[in-house]
């Protein structure tokens, strides 16, 4: 409420003393932090994907071979090779160098439709759920007409009628996210709207935009982050499979999941080098999904 | 209740027709003119001229819809650019191998998903939970083409124990009931049940959790209840929400074997979409893809009448 209008001065008072004042009790984000530090397999996981991320940030410095540049002479070495410690795929192109510079589109492709769905389906869900009436009818059920569409379908649909691309593959994806997130959203905003502090935040005079901003936001967007977190490990497993089909990145650009689908044919002559690029979407995807659950139980969201 | 029914019905028309405006629209987002999806693009400009017209296709939008939808209904989807044939042919053969793949999945999936779920949910917070839990995430968090390979890896290449490829024996692709039949069923079937495996986990286990906190398992603990009493008093509590699952995953995998189908090319509709895609055969792409997005849109129907109808304490209005 005060934020809608000029503070007065015992209340700019009050935030001075506030300020000053040693912290006394702990707030909500200390108290998620103080969770998440005893919960050791969500630190683990965390730690995990920062080291990951570090090391396909720096894969420029750490990459020892370029991960274009192929020999007909070494293709298909096995793990452990001298030189080439993860060995060589197809086209005789380091498998250690292609994996770091991989990650940068796999991680890409895994969290961007995520991100954009979460922007997209929280503007969506919680206009649907804070305005109610008719506008959450048009929302809502164009909402179940995507939701009618089993995910991987979905996504493997619009790729497939708009063609590879990345582009187009962050476009099918981000579609795939939005009803979910839009659904859960507009739950959780429902819930909210019902509470007293809407109404009284009403009464006082304030607009639905500042009481959206102001009351609203501030509670959902917690659990609706959650949510999406754990949608990451599905959008780096759906990613990667557009790309095994041949839907997302296009060689020679090199992806995790692309790599699995180039190196499936050699599967019989090096099957352990093969799989290696489907070990990485396994690790970041089960993190990802781990560190999502320890973020919900630290933040104590229901659901 | 019948009303409730009926209702439920009766609601789902509108979300089939826009399922399957979705699927109409996939042809027109596709780049370039959709006639390319009707005549190959060697075709001389008469001749495009002629089928434009004879398709409709110079109509306006909802005219179209409305010609492609009757057409549709009958069973009509039109023909396969790469071979000419009706996409139904081609699709009704792969429909009964995916759905083969399917169900012997989800039903494996379910099973285990349930001894896990169960066992997790009674015991919360020993080592037999923390392991199924486990489990349960790392089945929801791998990608299933690479564990599809993996297989292939651990019990083809090394093992040689099992087919790495196809359905049935020198590439057959239709079913039999005989033993190299289902040899060639048993990794597909492995690989695609452990997402449903993880998911079922998942929900049995939360449950039995919160069956077993209740007031009547302590009554039922007191009156002198045998532990196989309390048991089938848990189960029937639990089933129909953990089969409501388990129907849904059953859609979710027709829909969502094509990464598997394309691993151990299994001639199913995964494999189908996967050569449409490559083909860019548009009608076959979308033909297969209305097909499959109907049969979830049928399955969620039917999952949630026979839950209402199992389930008493459900009353919908």
Redesign the interface.
């Known amino acids: 409420m005060s934020t809608a209008t000029t503070p007065t001065a015992a209340e700019a008072e009050l935030a001075v003393q506030a300020r000053q004042a040693p912290v006394r009790s702990q707030g909500y984000w200390a108290g998620v932090f103080k969770r998440l530090r005893r919960d050791p397999v969500t630190i683990a996981c965390a730690a995990i994907l920062l080291l990951m991320l570090l090391a396909i940030v720096f894969a420029p410095l750490l990459a020892p071979h370029d991960p274009y540049q192929g020999s007909m002479i070494r293709r298909l070495r096995a793990i452990g090779t001298p030189n080439y410690l993860l060995g060589t795929d197809e086209l005789g192109r380091d498998i250690l160098t292609r994996l770091l510079y991989g990650g940068r589109l796999s991680w890409f492709m895994g969290i961007v439709p995520v991100a954009f769905a979460f922007v997209i389906g929280t503007t969506l869900g919680v206009t649907a759920g804070f305005m109610g009436g008719r506008v959450n009818m048009a929302i809502m059920r164009v909402t179940d007409v995507f939701y009618a569409f089993p995910s991987v379908l979905l996504a493997v649909a619009i790729s497939g009628a708009l063609g590879a691309g990345i582009f187009n593959a962050i476009l099918s994806l981000t579609l795939v996210f939005v009803p979910q997130i839009i659904r859960v959203a507009e739950s959780v905003t429902q819930g909210v709207r019902s509470l007293d502090f809407v109404d009284a935040a009403r009464a006082s005079g304030a607009s639905g935009f500042t009481i959206v901003r102001v009351h609203v936001l501030g509670n959902v967007l917690g659990p609706i982050f959650v949510y999406a977190t754990g949608l990451i490990s599905v959008c780096m497993i759906l990613s990667s499979g557009l790309s095994f089909l041949g839907l997302g990145t296009k060689p020679p650009e090199p992806e995790w999941g692309l790599m699995l689908n180039t190196l499936r044919t050699a599967i019989y002559v090096q099957p352990w080098v093969a799989v290696l690029p489907g070990a990485c979407i396994f690790v970041t995807s089960i993190c990802f999904n781990l560190l999502s659950d320890g973020l919900r139980q630290a933040m104590d969201v229901k659901g | 209740m019948i009303l409730y029914l009926a209702r439920r019905i009766v609601y789902a028309i509108?979300?089939a027709l826009?399922?399957g405006f979705?699927?109409f629209m996939?042809?027109q987002?596709?780049?370039g003119d959709p006639i390319n999806a009707i005549v190959p693009p060697d075709a001389p400009a008469d001749v495009v001229e002629q089928v434009r017209r004879d398709y409709g296709l110079d109509k306006p939008l909802p005219v179209q819809f409305g010609l492609w939808l009757s057409k549709v209904v009958v069973g009509d989807l039109g023909r396969s650019l790469a071979t000419g044939r009706p996409v139904w042919a081609d699709l009704r053969s792969a429909i009964g191998n995916t759905l083969m793949l399917a169900f012997c999945a989800s039903g494996l999936g379910f099973v285990l998903g349930c001894i896990l779920g169960g066992l997790a949910g009674t015991f919360r917070g020993s080592a037999i939970d923390r392991g199924a839990t486990g489990i349960a995430?790392?089945g929801?968090?791998?990608?299933?083409?690479?564990?599809g390979?993996?297989m292939?890896?651990i019990f083809s290449?090394?093992l040689n124990w099992l087919p790495a490829m196809g359905a049935g024996p020198g590439g057959s692709s239709d079913w039999g009931w005989d033993w190299e039949h289902i040899k060639h069923l048993v990794l597909p079937t492995i690989t695609l049940s452990v997402i449903p495996m993880g998911i079922v986990t998942r929900t049995v286990r939360g449950i039995v959790a919160e069956i077993m906190n209740q007031e009547f398992i302590t009554a039922l603990r007191g009156k002198g209840m045998t532990r196989s009493g309390i048991f089938l008093h848990v189960v029937k509590n639990a089933a129909p929400n953990a089969l409501a699952v388990m129907g849904l995953q059953l859609?979710?995998l027709?829909?969502?074997s094509?990464?598997v189908e394309?691993?151990f090319s299994w001639p199913g509709t995964g494999l189908l979409?996967?050569s449409?895609?490559?083909q860019?055969d548009?009608p076959v792409?979308?033909g297969t893809?209305l097909v499959?997005?109907m049969f979830?849109?049928a399955l969620?129907l039917l999952v949630d009448l026979v839950q209402t109808t199992l389930d008493p304490r459900i009353k919908r209005a």
Not at chain 2, 140 to 147: G, K
């Open positions: 509108p979300i826009a399922v979705v699927c996939l042809v987002i596709a780049p995430v790392a929801v968090s791998v990608p299933h083409y690479w564990l390979m993996v292939v890896v290449v090394q859609g979710y027709m829909g969502g094509i990464l394309t691993v979409l996967n449409a895609i490559f860019r548009l792409l979308q893809i499959l997005a979830f849109v969620n």
